[in-house]
């Protein structure tokens, strides 16, 4: 039998995303906050798969975020090569990977209430000179097999950049390589905005 094709996964990735003075108050912003963040979990409940902290309401920033995303998402398609589809709610979280910190091998849209996640954005900030190192992005290639999209053994490994974005499809399998933060303090953490495009 001929083995599935593998379908090489494609993500765009933006630099200087945000202007140096909302980054800095962004990162103000965080730790004011560290105490509101809360331990993430997954929808399957499953145990130690998944490692970080969590801020799910920061209106001081997600309109804002939101704003920016839309207004680069025709460059994004373009570049991506996909055709615009209508879009419905963009969803952010404030997210915080510190020392041992991770997130295993995943997709963004495979359950009812997922699946109409098209997008997956990822948006880093974090003090400089960089205080952690690890926290890399994985992007897997796919394949088919009995109609459902499976994870290839080639990938695409994308650097944690301050004040950058990255896109990518909600279905494409992907992880986060452990984060190494000698400090340990919250304020040196691998920080992100990251966050789903609904289709509409």
Not at 18 to 45: M, N, Q
Not at 54 to 74: C, N, T, W
Not at 180 to 200: E, H, K, L, V
Request: aromatic residues 16%; charged residues 20%.
């Amino acid at each position: 039998m001929k083995p599935p094709a593998v379908l090489a996964s494609r993500y765009v990735h933006l630099y200087n995303f945000l202007p140096p003075d909302r980054h800095g108050e962004l990162l103000d912003y965080v730790a004011r906050r560290e105490a509101d963040f809360v331990g993430t979990t997954t929808t399957t409940g499953e145990q130690n798969y998944r490692r970080s902290q969590v801020l799910h309401e920061f209106p001081e920033f997600s309109s804002f975020i939101v704003d920016r995303i839309k207004s680069v998402l025709p460059d994004v398609w373009r570049q991506a090569r996909l055709d615009p589809f209508a879009i419905g709610q963009i969803e952010a979280q404030l997210t915080a990977h510190n020392d041992g910190h991770f997130y295993k091998l995943h997709n963004d849209s495979g359950s009812p209430e997922t699946a109409s996640r098209q997008f997956t954005y990822v948006y880093y900030f974090y003090r400089q000179p960089k205080p952690f190192s690890g926290g890399e992005l994985v992007i897997y290639d796919s394949k088919i097999e009995n109609n459902f999209y499976v994870k290839a053994d080639s990938y695409q490994i994308v650097e944690p950049r301050n004040n950058s974005i990255v896109f990518f499809l909600s279905r494409y399998i992907h992880e986060v390589l452990p984060v190494r933060c000698p400090s340990r303090s919250f304020a040196d953490s691998r920080f992100t905005i990251n966050g789903w495009i609904r289709q509409g």
